[in-house]
């Protein structure tokens, strides 16, 4: 049984490049209402705010909201990257977060090589490697430039790579930024078919989009993030038509009826 | 070795394997207080220990990619450094009016541990900082990237090694039975270099100008430190040796570089090694207590 719970979760990013506030500053900040001091007085970003909802096998969750709004930065938390000033995560369950294409691959290495050092961190064995190489490959389709180095590689071949090399070790819960829209149009198929059968066998995905047609075709559940915080938590219908202006709404639902 | 009932050894066995496949689960949480910060910074650092064949693999391939396309590969680091050690050290036996047959041996191994002492540093400085990607992308051990600055640096002394054996062979220096101590002077060296790369990580990550104070100070400390010049050059000029002997670099070289050159075991050395490490030691888990969950902000 796979779970995610976000406790009261607020982050803040100290700000040292600008240690004296300055009237522009101060300006912004009353407007924004989002800088704030730490306790030792330092200048900060809340980029979270008491965050709290649960997740368990099952569930899709997607999180809408404008630019700045936290999304990724509670993906991160999410994923343990950042650990909040307050409140807690726990994770229950084999994680792996898509955040940027590069995924802290080594652009220098080449394909396979970047494969073996996941796996090695995932504490795969050395006979289990070999699999996983073949299975990225035929997942991916990209036998032979596995074996030259990542910076060759086309955006779509790095972002079709990461997310096969994502999904391929198995995560219980898996966490996704926007960026796997960069597929083409017969990968995001293949994605589709490779998360649903990972999503069926009871697990967990969280999605970032900015995109109404992707958060209705794939998942079960919407967080809309505003400013830090939950501005509201339903069913996608519920969240997307408060989120959402009327007629794209309509549009949106019109067009993830025809893909389903 | 129970052999009526040969199985259940085995059972057990497979039985603990996937007991340990299914994780308990992870709380993150701000820390209250030191004593959960000493745990969290001790987990951080037993899960480095556990990650090992990939700081070996990451160690590796940095290594490899440094000289991929190369024809010596990483030999070049050994051909280098040869050609330093023999062009400074004829020059230099000249100048100080040493004996060629002494200086050479004391250079070689001087200049390749003052390289190791001196890569580990600069490197140090810069890894959480140059592994941001990384970092960003998944949740992992912060000091692996020290451990991995380690590994690396003790794979290009490797390389280096091959020097001094030959310069050895040259000049027939042969180590005297006080050589037993390299074992521990080598595990302290390994202790604190990962010490050294943590602390100056840390306040890399949070002080952008240390990067370029440690390459200062690491290029006075080349000169003030014993390493092309010997401190027996030094013994009758008075209070000046004080300066030597308290030196932390000197202490540490002295107890690996003592006993190689047939000389014998000097406590004074290991104590002034002994404290500085227990201090470097204690200011490193200190930092490390207080900043291992600010990183990822910082970098």
New interface residues.
Partial sequence: MAKLIAQNVTVSFPLYHGESRSLKKTVFAAASGRLGQDKNHRLVVEALRDVSFSLKTGDRLGFVGSNGAGKTTLLRTMAGIYEPVAGSITIDGAITALLDPGQGMNFDLTGNENIRLRALFSGYPESEIARLQADVAEFAELDQFLDLPVRTYSSGMVVRLGFALATAIKPQILLMDEWILAGDASFMDKARHRLETMVRGAEILVLSSHSAEIIMQWCNRVIWMDRGQVRADGTPEEVLSAYLPPEQFAHAKAAADVAV | MNLIVPDQGKAEVSRQHSATTS?P??????SRGWRDGLTLAAADIAETVR?W??IW??SF?DIR?RYRGSLLGPFWLTLSTAIMVAAIGFLYAKLFHQDVAAYLPFLAISLVLWNFINTITSEGATCLTQSE????????PHSLHAARVVMRNVLVLGHNLIVIVVVFAIFRTTPNISAFSLIPAGLLWGVDAFAVCLLLSIFGA?FRDIPPIVSSIMQIAFYMTPIMWSPTMLMHRGYTIALVKLNPFFSLLEILRGPLLNMPLEPEAWATALAYSAVLLLLTAFAFIRAR??I??WV
């Fill in positions: 994780r689960p992870i709380v993150i949480a701000p990650l064949p990939l693999t990451l391939f990619l990607g990384m970092i960003r992308s998944m949740r992992m949070r969950s600010r990822p902000y």
